[in-house]
């Protein structure tokens, strides 16, 4: 589906408009009442997998956020003979698109991440986020162990029974086999690529998102 807008928007500069641009909530999301264990050295760095949509759009918003180190666009729920862009966008394969994200758990906690995750994406949309449709991009959580299985569980739980969204959470729980990075010309895409016409119209509103909830986890350029 993204290939389709893609090709109508090119590299346009289209403007966001309120029928196109997700409402940010009034409040922020409930912290995790459950969280992985809390570590004191700093040196110390944790990956996670998550999809949620466009792959653009989640790094864009894991760049910003102070404790983390490096994001990786790629894909994950697959095999490694289809892993690539054109095989994944089509919906040719079981991969969606993610992002590995590398941090310092003595900065900001997986929970943390995850109340991240869960606030600049819909995840009470199933094999949907915004203008693009299929099961490429749907919103999971790929858990490296039972550790991680446990801490998002429970929160997706805790974010049902709060109310806070006016739907069920559809956000998948998968094991996490193997993170496959995406094509070069992927990473760090909206940098690089500020004035595409798919990253003004629908990377804006995510980190606006972020910078409205939780201004301590920005990082200060």
């Known amino acids: 589906m993204r290939i389709l807008i893609l090709l109508f928007l090119g590299l346009a500069t289209v403007a966001c408009s309120p029928t196109t641009t997700p409402i940010a909530r009034a409040e922020p999301l409930p912290a995790a009442a459950t969280d992985r264990p809390g570590v004191e ?18 790094e864009a918003v894991f760049e910003s956020v102070t404790g983390i180190t490096r994001v990786v666009s790629g894909y994950a729920g697959g095999a490694v003979d289809d892993a690539n862009y054109r095989a994944v966008s089509a919906g040719r394969t079981r991969h969606a698109e993610v992002v590995e994200i590398t941090y310092h758990p003595a900065t900001i906690s997986y929970g943390t991440l995850l109340r991240i995750f869960f606030t600049v994406h819909d995840p009470t949309q199933l094999n949907r986020q915004g203008p693009d449709h299929g099961r490429q991009y749907r919103s999971a959580i790929f858990y490296a162990d039972t550790e991680e299985q446990r801490v998002a569980a429970d929160y997706i739980a805790q974010l049902n029974a709060s109310g806070c969204f006016d739907k069920p959470i559809a956000t998948r ?25 798919y990253v003004r119209a629908w990377v804006p509103p995510k980190l606006q998102k972020l910078k409205k909830h939780y201004p301590a986890l920005v990082k200060q350029k």
């Open 173 to 197: 729980l998968e094991k996490l086999e193997r993170f496959y990075p995406a094509e070069a010309y992927h990473q760090d895409f909206v940098r690089r690529n500020p004035n595409h016409g």
């Open 41 to 58: 050295d700093p040196a110390i760095t944790r990956t996670t997998v998550l999809a949620g949509g466009c792959f653009w759009c989640i």
